[in-house]
């Protein structure tokens, strides 16, 4: 076993000095050059046949009884936060460590239990880690959109979909999903016969969140995305932007989520800015550009900032499609997994969205305009296709309701 040090802030405990030994673990001080004074377990291999894992929860054990309270509340989390990172002894360990419990006690204040809080930051990578590689699996839709153009919708585990729309010239891909699940996604993809991706030429980014974006970096390709997206990604604060730019919670928040799933940022010298004052609208959403895909327009349309600053749609009126990122989702198609994970980020920034007025609004108009394009559709003998960020490809089922349509394959990399 590696060498591990678990920290946590030597303040929390009152200046207690937790010097203890246990054959080889040892509890002690380290000393920073960026934070004050931390307390540390440190683990060697084994101690005649211990593994080191049950060396640290002895000695957390028996720290808490002795000091009971936060003493060894935070030497649990500190212990489960390293097994996310190779070097819990880095200056990111202890400033993640640190950031995490403000939040805790910034939940406490709001009247939220700060234990579960911690609880949840340890559920959410944990779930990033087991549900990767041998524990990977999504749900696919593939549903023809035209003559030569086929729609591929991936739910990944955790976070949004990922959309591949494939012509006879290239794929063009709707959002990547996190960082983490890159690799996987690889895999998966090239299962549904999507293997040769230099044929994926363009990403479309709707909005700056990590399970929207994250695996961008992996990929070489051009990217499109709004003018507002750009200092979210470079400032690494998902409210930037918004009313909500300097709350904490939203700032830890976004530092925990790009670090579990493995943020990558797209290439700027390869990214295309979407910011055309076309003059046309959808109800209150204001056209900023299009992009021409096998032929069919498809409308670049900016929200108002509800769920995130400069996130927007694509909508091909022609063929009745509507991308609506995350202002229209379908939670009812998500399994038990998918909403317990997304019940996580609703606790630790109490809403999922920066501006919750303007996320009603934009919603209720985007239904509108779902609406418009559907009866248009009918008249033709087709339905308007709602893409939802979260949840399975859909129709609509009655006023601002969802339904999914069409056969939904599970996938997991064992399957022959």
């Not at 000095?17 to 920073?32: D, H, P």
Request: proline share 3%; glycine share 10%; aromatic share 12%.
């Amino acid at each position: 076993m590696d060498r591990r040090s678990i920290l946590i802030d030597i303040q929390a405990v009152g200046g207690i000095e937790l010097i203890e030994k246990s054959g080889n673990a040892t509890v002690g001080f380290y000393e920073s050059a960026v934070d004050p004074v931390y307390a540390f377990i440190d683990i060697k291999g084994e101690y005649e046949g211990i593994p080191g894992d049950a060396i640290v929860a002895a000695l957390t054990d028996g720290i808490e009884r002795k000091h009971p309270g936060e003493a060894g509340y935070l030497l649990w989390f500190a212990s489960r936060v390293s097994t996310f990172r190779d070097e819990s002894c880095d200056p990111w360990f202890l400033y993640f460590t640190r950031r995490m419990c403000a939040s805790a006690a910034d939940l406490k204040e709001r009247g939220y239990d700060p234990a579960f809080a911690l609880e949840c930051v340890i559920e959410n990578g944990e779930f990033l880690q087991s549900t990767r590689g041998d524990g990977f699996y999504a749900d696919m839709q593939k549903i023809r959109i035209a003559e030569d153009m086929d729609l591929f919708c991936f739910q990944m585990p955790g976070g949004g979909s990922i959309f591949i729309i494939e012509t006879p010239d290239e794929y063009v891909m709707i959002d990547t999903g996190y960082g983490i699940y890159y690799e996987d996604t690889v895999s998966m993809l090239a299962r549904f016969g999507i293997s040769d991706l230099s044929r994926l030429r363009r990403i479309v980014i709707t909005h700056a969140d990590t399970d929207h974006c994250g695996a961008a970096g992996y990929f070489d390709a051009t990217f499109y995305t709004s003018r507002a997206t750009i200092p979210i990604l470079v400032i690494n604060n998902r409210a930037v932007g918004s009313k909500s730019s300097n709350c904490a919670l939203e700032i830890d928040y976004t530092l925990m989520i790009n670090s579990f799933a493995g943020m990558t940022l797209p290439d700027p010298e390869n990214t295309i800015i979407l910011d055309e004052d076309t003059g046309l609208k959808y109800d209150i959403f204001p056209v900023i550009g299009s992009m021409d895909i096998n032929g069919y327009r498809f409308e670049v349309v900016l929200s108002c900032g509800g769920h995130q600053a400069g996130l927007f749609y694509l909508i091909c009126r022609e063929l009745g499609v509507i991308f609506s990122s995350d202002t229209i989702l379908n939670f009812d198609s998500l399994n038990d997994s998918r909403q317990r994970y997304n019940f996580i980020a609703h606790y630790l920034i109490t809403s999922v969205n920066v501006d919750k007025k303007r996320t009603r609004l934009e919603r209720d108009a985007l239904f509108r305009v779902a609406e418009e394009i559907d009866g248009e559709m009918k008249e033709k003998g087709g339905r308007c296709l709602i893409c939802c960020g979260h949840g399975a490809l859909s129709h609509l089922k009655g006023y601002c309701s969802l339904e999914s349509i069409g056969g939904i394959m599970h996938y997991t990399h064992d399957q022959t």
